[in-house]
């Protein structure tokens, strides 16, 4: 395997809080969900200047209990404007991609009994359509739907333990839905 990897240029770069999520793009910006301190970030950059479009940050108590980093463990997820994010300590949050404000939150310990296992919540949410659909896992619910625009409960499988995988999309001719690892 050779690389040229002399040849690529950085455009531009940022320093970034602690985490394992993965920038992910839309448009002309670049997402990152990470910590800095005791506050989870979600920040939009601008593609080409590496310029803060906008911040949404929130408190966060999350603590890992084997040295690892406190930072988010999953990737974002982002479609007809929307964001939303899953952080270890099992809050989920909408945000407008243009501007960065809140358009709903869960709290899927309160809500769902979601517990925090070995190293966090770590499922990165999947956008499939108008839902929202991760799995919490706990006394309440194993995978479960939201709206993407209210955030409101669509459906939840039966009471399942916590898992790190995320769920995935699967095709099969005409027929679409989504798997997971329970």
């Known amino acids: 395997f050779a690389s040229d990897h002399n040849k690529i240029k950085t455009r531009w770069e940022v320093p970034v809080g602690t985490g394992w999520s993965s920038p992910v793009k839309m448009n002309q910006k670049v997402f990152l969900h990470d910590r800095i301190k005791d506050k989870e970030n979600l920040t939009a950059y601008n593609i080409d200047s590496g310029k803060i479009v906008w911040k949404f940050s929130f408190n966060s108590s999350y603590r890992d209990d084997f040295g690892m980093e406190n930072g988010p463990r999953s990737t974002p997820s982002i479609s007809q404007g929307i964001i939303v994010s899953h952080s270890p300590n099992g809050l989920l949050h909408a945000v407008n991609t243009q501007n960065g404000k809140l358009r709903w939150k869960k709290d899927l310990f309160t809500e769902f009994g979601s517990p925090k296992g070995f190293f966090g919540r770590c499922s990165s949410p999947l956008i499939f359509g108008d839902k929202v659909i991760l799995d919490a896992g706990g006394e309440n619910a194993g995978i479960i739907a ?13 009471k399942y333990g916590s898992d790190y995988a995320s769920v995935v999309p699967l095709k099969i001719s005409d027929l679409e839905m989504v798997v997971a690892f329970m």
């Open 146 to 158: 939201f709206s993407l625009f209210t955030g409101k409960t669509i459906w939840k499988s039966k």
